[in-house]
């Protein structure tokens, strides 16, 4: 089992940047997928991005891609999420997730949660 804690979020103006991490228990990390999703009041939850366990594939939502940057250090059994340009249409709950089942995209194939962090992009 794997216990997700996210940090980073915060209240940052339009066009400013985070930093995002998830930091995860566990001695096995590299083996888990790492996805980030969020969610914002009266919507469904949607994913931002995944990246595979060693790190040599990412994918992206296209409302975000070029903007926001996947990447993790299984050393530290951490997984980050850079965003950068933020909009306010970003405001969300961000989570991150682990799954080591099948499937890359779709939030049911994930098993683990955190417990989320906020973020709010000011106008």
């Known amino acids: 089992q794997v216990q997700l804690v996210e940090s980073g979020g915060g209240l940052v103006q339009v066009g400013g940047s985070l930093r995002l991490s998830c930091a995860a228990s566990?001695?096995?990390?590299?083996?888990?997928?790492m996805g980030w999703f969020r969610q914002a009041p009266g919507k469904e939850r949607e994913v931002v991005a995944v990246?595979?366990?060693?790190?040599?594939?990412?994918s992206y939502a296209d409302s975000v891609k070029g903007r926001v940057t996947i990447s993790r250090d299984n050393a530290k059994n951490t997984v980050y999420l850079q965003m950068n340009s933020l909009k306010p249409e970003d405001t969300a709950v961000y989570y991150c997730?682990?799954?080591?089942?099948?499937?890359?995209?779709?939030?049911?194939?994930?098993?683990?949660w955190g417990q989320g962090t906020q973020v709010t992009v000011s106008s």
């Open positions: 997730a682990a799954s080591l089942g099948v499937g890359w995209w779709a939030a049911s194939g994930y098993e683990y």
């Open positions: 566990g001695r096995t990390f590299s083996t888990y997928r």
């Open positions: 990246i595979s366990g060693s790190g040599d594939r990412t």
